[in-house]
């Protein structure tokens, strides 16, 4: 019987997929942490403008910034698979 010989699991093929990887998902990422920030300080900004005693706009926005951020990262997602 002959044994098949593995590949070596560090090869430059795999390095390099990996950081590909590790690239696309850091992305994304930083992606989701702009979205739910600029939203939010929106939503900040929003409720000093109109001078609200509870700050509903940043509430929304906050909330706003986390389904408009998952609803990117999974499209992006789902697209490139």
């Given at each position: 019987?002959?044994k098949n010989k593995?590949?070596?699991?560090?090869?430059?093929?795999?390095?390099?997929?990996?950081?590909?990887?590790?690239?696309?998902?850091?992305?994304?990422?930083?992606?989701?942490?702009?979205?739910?920030?600029?939203?939010?300080?929106?939503?900040i900004k929003l409720?000093?403008?109109?001078?609200?005693?509870?700050?509903?706009?940043?509430?929304?926005?906050?909330?706003?910034?986390?389904?408009?951020?998952?609803?990117?990262v999974l499209k992006?997602?789902?697209?490139?698979?």
């Amino acid at each position: 019987m002959k044994k098949n010989k593995k590949e070596p699991i560090n090869t430059l093929e795999n390095r390099k997929k990996q950081t590909s990887s590790i690239a696309k998902y850091s992305g994304l990422a930083f992606q989701m942490i702009a979205i739910i920030l600029l939203i939010l300080f929106g939503g900040i900004k929003l409720d000093e403008f109109l001078e609200r005693d509870f700050p509903l706009f940043t509430f929304l926005g906050a909330i706003m910034g986390v389904v408009l951020a998952l609803y990117f990262v999974l499209k992006d997602l789902l697209k490139k698979k």
